[in-house]
């Protein structure tokens, strides 16, 4: 056997399987990230997870995937089709998800409509939202209405 028929061989598994990678590879998903404050007007969509840290973060529009914000100030009107992971210090989450919505801050308020569960700490939670599943909440006051 020559030596290019034997190289051949040898090399042919892992040529295949990268090939095979190649041609079955699915597109990997994105993400935006936002470094500064921020504002997703009514009417705008962001069709991916959306990352936002900063002082201020309002969402009014749709969310088309996971929200994960770190910010002093939080303003949640739109709707979000995943999960939501919120960490600041003065958060209000009056509008939708479709995911689950968790909650770490000062002073929570949850007015919204939660198709998952709702996790709040915090030092003063306000829920008057509407949870379809199960409501964990440690925090110092708390007012259910």
């Not at 061989?9 to 990678?21: E, K, Y």
């Not at 969509?45 to 749709?62: C, H, K, M, P, R």
């Not at 009107?77 to 000062?106: E, H, K, P, Q, R």
């Amino acid at each position: 056997m020559s030596i290019s028929k034997r190289l051949l061989s040898i090399l042919a598994i892992p040529l295949l399987t990268v090939l095979f990678g190649i041609v079955i590879a699915k597109p990997a998903n994105a993400a935006e990230f936002h470094f500064k404050d921020y504002t997703l007007n009514q009417d705008q969509t962001v069709a991916d997870d959306l990352y936002v840290t900063n002082s201020y973060t309002e969402i009014n529009g749709l969310v088309q995937g996971d929200l994960f914000v770190v910010a002093t100030d939080v303003k949640i009107t739109g709707t979000v089709t995943g999960d939501i992971y919120v960490v600041g210090s003065n958060i209000t989450f009056t509008g939708n998800t479709y995911g689950n919505l968790m909650a770490v801050g000062n002073d929570i308020s949850v007015q919204g409509i939660i198709k998952a569960n709702a996790y709040t700490i915090g030092s003063s939670v306000n829920f008057s939202g509407n949870v379809e599943k199960d409501f964990v909440n440690i925090a110092m006051r708390t007012s259910l209405t």
